[in-house]
């Protein structure tokens, strides 16, 4: 995957309810991509608190404000810690989104 792709992954795994279900139906038939527990360590540094510096738009920001308050009604956060505790991975250090994943990246459409 390219940087682009694995940002866009992670955008998804983090705000994208489906994309979610979907990758924790593969960690658990064991057909998971190997990268899968960096993406979902990126999902959750999305889900931190906003970045004061750093950022490449006031666009960006607020986009990525708006994806984590969606978010919420899903219990995405809990449903991505869960899923890392599964596979082993150790708490995150960081507390706040780091500037360079703020990026003006669309989601797919989520309807029924």
Request: charged share 25%; aromatic share 8%; with cysteine.
């Amino acid at each position: 995957m390219t940087p682009r792709e694995k940002l866009q992954y992670s955008y998804e795994l983090a705000f994208h309810p489906p994309r979610l279900n979907a990758a924790w139906q593969q960690i658990k038939k064991g057909e998971a991509e190997e990268e899968i527990k960096e993406l979902l360590d990126t999902a959750l540094l999305l889900h931190q608190r906003l970045p004061e510096n750093g950022f490449s738009s006031q666009r960006a920001l607020q986009r990525l404000a708006i994806y984590q308050a969606k978010s919420r009604a899903f219990g995405m956060v809990g449903f991505i810690r869960n899923i890392r505790s599964a596979l082993g991975c150790k708490e995150l250090e960081r507390h706040v989104v780091p500037g360079n994943l703020v990026r003006d990246i669309g989601l797919p459409p989520f309807c029924r």
